[in-house]
């Protein structure tokens, strides 16, 4: 099953927001203000939701090594 199935933005923002965080320990405001800069207009707390959904699942999803490596 997909598990980005029905988001709202692709699968790779969210991966990326997911690294940058776990990775760069940038908080979810710099990651909002990243993301805006970027063309990609996300509030912090959804940032968050991912963070929490996605964090731990993230290394097995198939395709997720290309963007978390």
């Keep these: 099953m997909n598990p980005f199935k029905g988001r709202h933005f692709q699968r790779d923002i969210i991966l990326w927001?997911?690294?940058w965080y776990c990775k760069y320990g940038i908080s979810y405001r710099e990651l909002q203000e990243m993301l805006a800069e970027r063309g990609v207009n996300v509030d912090h707390s959804t940032i968050y939701?991912?963070?929490?959904?996605?964090?731990?699942?993230s290394r097995d999803l198939p395709g997720a090594a290309l963007v978390l490596a």
Excluded: C, M, T
């Design 17 to 19: 927001a997911v690294r």
């Design 49 to 57: 939701r991912w963070v929490q959904r996605y964090a731990s699942a």
